[in-house]
């Protein structure tokens, strides 16, 4: 399942997920802010920030599995909140 939207995530939400990466490479960075949030297909984006597509990939894979974890632990807070507002 993909949690992150091609051309559908803010700047900001990137940013915050990247921070939880060891991608720090300004160029591949780019890339996936040219992907997830400008809504270039992959392939454009590595070629316009000149980077090489399997790196933009792996880096983009990356992202999913973080973005993954974090819906993980945002559904055990929110199961935590309903049952302490019930309670």
């Known amino acids: ?3 992150l939207i091609q051309g559908g995530e803010s700047a ?26 400008a809504g270039h297909k992959d392939t454009v984006a590595a070629i ?17 599995q973080v973005a993954f974890t974090v819906e993980q632990i945002k559904e055990l807070d929110w199961q935590k909140l309903k049952s302490n507002k019930v309670a």
């Open 12 to 37: 900001e939400r990137l940013q915050l997920l990247l921070q939880l990466t060891n991608i720090e490479s300004p160029d591949v960075v780019a890339a996936s802010q040219d992907h997830f949030v």
């Open 1 to 3: 399942m993909k949690y």
């Open 48 to 64: 316009r920030n000149n980077v090489k597509k399997s790196n933009l990939s792996r880096a983009i894979a990356r992202l999913e």
